[in-house]
T-cell receptor, first 118, second 113 residues
């Protein structure tokens, strides 16, 4: 089955610790994204990667880091510099654009990781 | 002003009712539009794209008004299983990002028996 997996589903972190959230996809998608979702707010873009070995900051990149060494994998590290890390983190991927196709901009999401800082 | 605005609800409706959600967006250069559905504590999933001519998928009808920068979703004959949060999503062409999805905060629908 093709899809996007994220692990762990729930993660608890002590203040001052770095943690890494896993995101893997076997859909052969080039583009991958990380979002965070807070209650009452829309998803906000943290980082994105259009291709292997390249990634760009999104709207709220401070306190986060990523790597894209393989097409299938886009892990997100939440560092101790992130002031308010408790949130629901969602990874997504997107297929290449199809001219005129409605699937051009559809992003497929993983099941998410719920991070709580204790 | 938020880039994509939705009424957060909740909309509480009986089974069988017709309910409509609205969404406005601020960037007139936005290129494409979507409705995603998100169940409680789950990931968003694409419900339908929204086309200028309006489009229908079973009980769901989506409309786009580019002049007013307004998107709507109509659900007919509501089912209990329609209870979820509905996210209005706009695709913008942004210099830094290329194509970027901008998400509304969502509208909560609760269908009751």
């Amino acid at each position: 089955d093709g899809g996007i997996t994220q692990s762990p589903k729930y993660l608890f972190r002590k203040e001052g610790q770095n943690v890494t959230l896993s995101c893997e996809q076997n859909l052969n998608h080039d583009a991958m994204y990380w979002y965070r979702q807070d209650p009452g707010q829309g998803l906000r873009l943290i980082y994105y990667s259009q291709i292997v070995n390249d990634f760009q900051k999104g709207d709220i990149a401070e306190g986060y880091s990523v790597s894209r060494e393989k097409k299938e994998s886009f892990p997100l590290t939440v560092t101790s510099a992130q002031k308010n890390p408790t949130a629901f983190y969602l990874c997504a991927s997107k297929p290449p654009g199809l001219a005129g196709g409605s699937s051009y901009n559809e992003q497929f999401f993983g099941p998410g990781t719920r991070l709580t800082v204790l | 002003r938020k880039e994509v605005e939705q009424d957060p609800g909740p909309f509480n409706v009986p089974e069988g009712a017709t309910v409509a959600f609205n969404c406005t967006y601020s960037n007139s250069a936005s290129q494409s539009f979507f409705w995603y559905r998100q169940d409680c504590r789950k990931e968003p999933k694409l419900l339908m794209s929204v086309y200028s001519s309006g489009n229908e998928d079973g009980r769901f009808t989506a409309q786009l008004n580019r002049a007013s920068q307004y998107i709507s979703l109509l659900i007919r004959d509501s089912k209990l299983s329609d209870s979820a949060t509905y996210l209005c999503v706009v695709n913008e062409l942004v210099e830094r990002y290329g194509n970027k999805l901008v998400f509304g905060a969502g509208t909560i629908l609760r269908v009751k028996s």
